[in-house]
């Protein structure tokens, strides 16, 4: 190891590391919404994985890549309006609910797959459109990372300081944040709770469903069962780290990123290290952050607690 490669190795990190941490960064961002309004959703990892077959069948059937991004938003909105449905409005129990959406979402995802593709690997046609501003992307280390990416990755970036501004500086942010902490304050102030908390797990379930299929359509341009790999559960716990804040959830899901990414980095350093050892650190370096990290997040007083006029 005399001649170390250093500059590819920055590069990959980077590039990959911002890749691997959109599907996060869209998850959470979107559950941050709905925990700001007091729903506790644990189906985003159902709602993830529905995104992501969704995504990967329209985009393999039709050829285009919008399309099968599209329909994965679409497939995370309608399970967010069953969520909504059952939690806001029937009252059922949050945290079964969402367990049964991931319950859901696993199952009938690798059995349609299985199904109607043999559950064989493959692989789509086309793949997503990039940026490529030839000035920036000959800069060496960063260019290619920075500017090189699939455009979607900058709507991604582009989706936190669009969810920050909503959240604290307007009226809708105002009310969910309203809903969240004093859901009969609201209501006495003319604050409609039940539509403002469907309208909230409606952004929920359209972010966790398009990192579904970000996931599925551009970054591994196909489907395998269970591919989410536990994100959705990961957006959660980021989401608690990051206190409910799109800044915060953005460094939180590049540093997630970035540790994934040393799988694929390290191999260029020469360095021998076994991949199962390196895919655990972004999980034990989030625990670690739980842990440290967890006492400190003061949650919303109403979340997980249904909301009925009336009742207190």
Known sequence: MTDLPVADFLSALLGSGLLLAVPLLLAALGEAF????????LGIEGMMLGGAFAGFAVALETGRIAAGVAA?????????SGFGLL???LRV?????????????????GFL????????NRPLPTTAARLDLPVLTDVPVVGRALFGQPLLVYLA???????????GRTRFGLAVRAV???PFAADAAGIGVAQTRFAAILIGGAAAGLGG??????????????MTLGQGFLALALTMLGRWRPWRILAGALLFGMLRSLETGLPILGMDVRPEFVGMLPYLGLLAALVVLARRAAMPAALGVPYERGRR
Do not use: H, M
């Open 157 to 167: 970036w582009a989706a936190v300081p669009i969810a920050a501004l909503v959240l």
């Open 87 to 89: 939690t806001i409005w």
């Open 213 to 226: 299929a970000f996931l599925a359509v551009v970054d591994v341009r196909t489907f395998t069962d269970n």
């Open 93 to 109: 129990d949050q945290v079964l609910t969402g367990l049964a959406i991931t319950i859901l979402g696993s199952g009938l995802t």
């Open 113 to 120: 797959y299985r199904d109607l593709y043999g559950g064989q």
């Open 34 to 41: 709905a925990e700001r309004a007091g729903l506790l959703n």
């Open 72 to 80: 994965g938003a679409a497939l995370g909105v309608a399970l967010g």
């Open 180 to 182: 969240g902490e004093a």
